[in-house]
């Protein structure tokens, strides 16, 4: 990383896609170090939905370097995401009107279905697009889009995968890595969130905590947003030639498809 040389600091990088994230030390600071994220993170950081913000410069080459408080603690355990605090957390995220606005005023990007769509056929693979299973989930999810209940866009995460969920020695949650965040249905974050980590027979409970109750229609959205993401990370995981993950995906879509099924009848 391209770094004052003569500010101090000794860095150390941490995990993550990206590879400019860093744990920064100077004397007795430590802070986390990370360059060209999302100006949405001082209003993450207001709500307490990421740990502080403690500065924001520019360096030398041009880039934006944020400096957030160091806190000890660990990701979140599978079992853990099905927790009362996880989809509380998650609906004071959904609802919030001020993180709305400002991912809006900071140009996030407004995600519809039709959307998505259109961004999984573009320039699909002939293998993908011809293979039974999502073809037919693909002309499944088109049959559907049209009579989707529109709900107003909300702020998502769109990575919400435990390895973002932080819990701090202090016990307090945060939920970060907000780079791929999104104005979009919260169906969105939901879908991944439950087919991931919550068993069917206990989504009442959870969404009871998270705020809302679970109807059909709900879970409809649910369900189509849980294929429509598989699809696209499908065709991510065949790009990047990651096939055995890209097998594991269309077995889960095998799980998701006759839920869609179910709900259509």
């Not at 939905?49 to 599978?78: H, S």
């Not at 999810?141 to 909300?154: A, G």
């Not at 973002?164 to 780079?179: A, E, F």
């Not at 030639?241 to 890209?246: G, I, K, P, Q």
Request: proline letters at 4%; charged letters at 25%; glycine letters at 6%.
């Amino acid at each position: 990383m391209n770094f004052e040389i003569d500010s101090g600091w000794k860095l150390h990088p941490v995990g993550g896609d990206t590879g400019q994230a860093y744990m920064g030390i100077r004397a007795e600071e430590k802070l986390f170090l990370k360059r060209n994220s999302s100006p949405f993170l001082a209003a993450l950081s207001v709500e307490g939905i990421t740990p502080r913000l403690v500065w924001t410069k520019r360096i030398g080459n041009g880039d934006v370097l944020t400096a957030q408080e160091w806190l000890n603690g660990r990701t979140l355990e599978g079992d853990e995401m099905s927790s009362p605090e996880v989809a509380q957390l998650l609906s004071r995220i959904h609802t919030s009107e001020p993180l709305r606005s400002m991912l809006s005023r900071v140009g996030g990007e407004v995600i519809t279905p039709q959307i998505l769509l259109e961004n999984y056929e573009n320039e699909l693979p002939n293998d993908l697009k011809n293979h039974p299973l999502l073809k037919n989930i693909l002309i499944s999810l088109k049959s559907e889009v049209d009579t989707m209940r529109l709900v107003t866009p909300r702020v998502c995460h769109g990575d919400i995968y435990q390895k973002n969920w932080l819990l701090s020695d202090q016990n307090r949650l945060y939920l970060v890595d907000w780079d791929s965040a999104m104005l979009a249905d919260p169906a969105m974050d939901l879908s991944m969130l439950l087919f991931q980590y919550v068993q069917s027979d206990g989504w009442n409970d959870w969404l009871e905590h998270y705020g809302v109750v679970a109807t059909k229609e709900l879970i409809k959205r649910i369900s189509w947003y849980a294929s429509m993401n598989y699809l696209i990370q499908t065709k991510r995981h065949h790009q990047e030639s990651r096939f055995y993950e890209m097998n594991k995906d269309i077995l889960k879509l095998q799980t998701i498809h006759p839920v869609i099924q179910d709900e259509r009848d």
